[in-house]
Nanobody, 121 residues
Framework: QVQLVESGGGLVQAGGSLRLSCAASGRTFSSYAMGWFRQAPGKEREFVARISRSGISTYYADSVKGRFTISRDNAKKTVYLQMNSLKLEDTAVYYC??????????????WGQGTQVTVSS
């Protein structure tokens, strides 16, 4: 079992930055690939970024590539999402998830409660 708690969301102006954190409980954090997803009102949950169990490999949605960086610290059981050059369209609830390495939300077994990110003009 893995429990995930996100933090770091908030209100930021376009062009600004935020760093999301996702703290995990349980002994098996390093056994899971970790992903970040987001869901805007009226839209489906979409893939943002994922990172391999070791942290060596990372993958991004085209919409965030070059602006967002995913990282993890297995000793701290935490995964991060550094978000730079934020755009209005990045506004969403952001979720972290633990599971199999995939862009498909269905391949993740555990989810956090989400943290709101709002980008204003």
């Amino acid at each position: 079992q893995v429990q995930l708690v996100e933090s770091g969301g908030g209100l930021v102006q376009a062009g600004g930055s935020l760093r999301l954190s996702c703290a995990a409980s349980g002994r098996t954090f390093s056994s899971y690939a970790m992903g970040w997803f987001r869901q805007a009102p009226g839209k489906e949950r979409e893939f943002v970024a994922r990172i391999s169990r070791s942290g060596i490999s990372t993958y991004y949605a085209d919409s965030v590539k070059g602006r967002f960086t995913i990282s993890r610290d297995n000793a701290k059981k935490t995964v991060y999402l550094q978000m730079n050059s934020l755009k209005l369209e990045d506004t969403a609830v952001y979720y972290c998830a633990a599971g199999s390495p995939s862009r498909n939300p269905g391949d993740y077994d555990y989810w956090g409660q989400g943290t709101q990110v709002t980008v204003s003009s």
